[in-house]
């Protein structure tokens, strides 16, 4: 019920679509002329996308603001933006400055321009929004690897608990709370600068109510709000769990299941996994990828902490479950790693062609390497296992009855006798016959004692074989079998690379070592994951490439032209400010602004331009400047070929003192 609600309140509307939002069209057009003022300006996009207050920005040819009217949505369609124009706009060119928050929770901004009658004289300087504050950047990425290590901490360490059954679990309850609470500030913390970081403001933003009202209706504040909830369902949890008998485990452990599924869902559905292809799979697949993390990862840091406190005896039945769950999550993670990265890169080429994908190969390469250390770890496990199937077949062995004891006549050597009787216990009847002989009496001479064959003795039994006499009673103990478990260990090796001699304690001690390394790597491996969910993934990069222009000014030429007639006036010595716009084949616009030897705006009788293509033998084409009142300038040079033209710029200053300069402007197709 409680997975059902949070699906319904944070997927309720979710179209598919592609990761990052793309800038798909605009109306009017970026870069167009119209004949008439707009009454809206419409933006749409790839993807459903979040507004903000100040989602849109429009400056006139004056280079003010122009008063515009509440953002919304066109007809009710989340993938566009809309914002009413309340003013008259005079002649000229117009900039604006958009910025929206696509469906994976970042936002996006981006800026383009159109005209009304004609273009003006200079371009406008666009203003996309406040530029992305640092201080807010730096403490909401940093609240996102706190909440990545902690939940990985928190999922970790309960499965280990729970699956890997340490006899003491004392040692896990402080990293335990610590994650709880970590995770617990860490999403606070993106709560409260999550409006800041979507309008770029700085940090005290974070407590404008205002801004803290509109984060908690949107979808990235709701899925926080749903993981505050989760976080006090798992601690109520815990508390409960510590004081459950094992006869509730089963159900303890399918609620904790379902909570920790719940708790990766709140990342899955504000994160590239809700937007793009395959919506519902990515979703499934992002949860197992989390999941599969916290458990393997998490449970690298319990196992360590349980390697240094945990009893010796726990050691051998606890790491090889460990490393069975961790072999699963591997798997898990493989399989949910290729299919995610498929679809972020959705080529080959995106591999080594985008940020997305190089990122992407270093946390590969990061994997490998804690991959590495996992190996060196499971060869640890094996030679702690060893000893635990050595004394697993002491206990079976222990199970056994024991044959009855045979008397022995006086005078029979003792060495013989257990070379005689190959049973489990082998006791040697006193000479009168009364009891059982005395072992302390037995090992007085050097001998083995009663039913130990000596060191070069291999026809009695080995060790391992039996009970140990020297535990009190026929069956023994487990210390005692585990003790020459270990013997038999030492003495055998495991692997083929174990060190003869080794004991418990320095396999202890290698195992520690080489799960800490795992950590380390575990750690830089958290911390590339999350710049990689904030990286544009190489599938939307190449969709927002196939679109039209977004988010930047069309393409244009600005050539600065010196020139001097050789008077001394203010207009005779100055620079001419050449703009072509798009410098694209086909029709462009040229704008001319004259300034003199101060560096101010000059009137000149005339000024000229004209276009060759030298390549071609193409030209020259006049491009019939006309005087615009303050610059000179035409909307209909069409220059047919693409290539390195040269532009002839003449300006005649007085009747008879004119200068003709060349420069060289590139036309792209």
């Known amino acids: 019920m409680l997975l059902g609600t949070l699906l319904v309140l944070l997927l309720g509307g979710a179209a598919p679509a592609c990761a990052h939002s793309a800038l798909r069209g605009t109306d009017p057009e970026d870069g167009s002329v119209v004949p008439r003022a707009p009454r809206h300006i419409t933006l749409t996009f790839t993807e459903s996308v979040g507004l903000l207050d100040d989602s849109f920005r429009v400056f006139g040819p004056d280079r003010r603001r122009v008063p515009t009217g509440e953002a919304a949505h066109a007809d009710g369609r989340s993938d566009t933006a809309r914002v009413r124009l309340t003013g008259k706009l005079a002649q000229g060119t117009y900039a604006v400055a958009w910025r929206v928050v696509s469906a994976d929770s970042h936002p996006v901004s981006g800026a383009f321009t159109f005209s009304v009658g004609k273009r003006s004289a200079t371009t406008v300087p666009i203003d996309t929004g406040p530029a992305e504050d640092p201080l807010t950047d730096g403490l909401h990425d940093l609240a996102r690897y706190l909440a990545y290590l902690a939940a990985a901490l928190l999922v970790g360490t309960a499965a280990f608990a729970s ?148 009893p010796v005896d726990d050691l051998a039945a606890v790491v090889p479950r460990f490393s069975r769950v961790a072999f699963a999550s591997v798997a898990v993670l493989a399989v949910t790693g290729l299919y995610q990265s498929w679809r972020g890169l959705g080529s080959l080429s995106a591999l080594t062609g985008t940020p997305y994908g190089r990122l992407l190969l270093v946390k590969v390469a990061a994997v490998c390497v804690l991959l590495l250390a996992a190996e060196r770890s499971r060869r640890w496990t094996a030679r702690i296992a ?46 009168s016959g009364t009891g059982p002989a005395d072992p302390g009496t037995a090992h007085s001479d050097g001998d083995p004692g009663p039913g130990r064959s000596g060191p070069l003795d291999r026809s009695g039994p080995e060790v391992g074989s039996g009970p140990d006499v020297r535990s009190g009673g026929p069956d023994g103990d487990a210390g005692s079998g585990a003790r020459r478990a270990d013997r038999f260990a030492d003495r055998s090796g495991t692997d083929g690379g174990a060190d003869a001699g080794s004991g418990p304690d320095a396999r202890r001690r290698g195992l520690r070592r080489s799960v800490l390394v795992e950590v380390a790597v575990a750690a830089v491996v958290l911390a590339i994951t999350t710049v990689l969910t904030g990286t544009l993934p190489g599938r939307a990069e190449a969709e927002a490439a196939r679109q039209a222009p977004a988010g930047a000014l069309p393409p244009t030429a600005q050539v600065t032209v010196p020139f001097d007639t050789g008077t001394d006036t203010v207009t005779g010595r100055g620079t001419v400010q050449v703009t072509l716009d798009p410098a694209r084949v086909g029709d462009n616009g040229v704008q001319a602004v004259v300034y003199g030897s101060d560096t101010g705006l000059v009137v000149v009788p005339e000024v000229r331009i004209t276009f060759s293509l030298p390549s071609r033998e193409l030209g020259p084409i006049d491009a019939e400047l006309t005087d615009q009142g303050g610059y000179w300038g035409t909307n209909a040079v069409n220059l047919p070929l693409p290539g390195t033209w040269t532009m002839k710029t003449t300006v005649r200053v007085s009747d008879v003192d004119q200068v003709t300069e060349e420069k060289r402007v590139r036309i792209v197709p």
Do not use: K, N
């Open 386 to 431: 060893a000893p635990a199937a050595a004394g697993a077949s002491v206990a079976s062995t222990a199970g056994a009855a024991p044959p009855a004891r045979v008397p022995q006549p006086a005078g029979v050597s003792t060495s013989r006798a257990g070379a005689a009787d190959p049973g489990p216990a082998h006791t040697v009847a006193s000479p």
């Open 163 to 310: 699956l890997c059954r340490p006899a003491g679990t004392a040692p896990l309850r402080r990293p335990l709370v610590a994650a709880w609470w970590t995770l617990l500030g860490a999403t606070a913390a993106l709560l409260l600068l999550r409006a800041p970081y979507e309008t770029g403001a700085g940090p005290l933003a974070a407590f404008d109510p205002g801004a803290l009202g509109r984060t908690l209706s949107s979808r990235p504040g709701l899925a926080l709000l749903a993981r505050l909830v989760i976080l006090l369902l798992i601690a109520a949890l815990l508390v409960r769990r510590s004081g459950e008998r094992d006869h509730h485990r089963p159900l303890v452990r399918a609620a904790g299941t379902v909570l920790a599924v719940g708790l990766a869902l709140t990342w899955a559905v504000a994160e590239h996994a809700s937007a793009g292809i395959q919506v519902p799979q990515a979703m499934a697949s992002s949860v197992l990828h989390l999941l599969a993390t916290g458990v393997w990862l998490g449970g690298l840091v319990a196992l360590l902490l349980t390697l240094r406190g945990g």
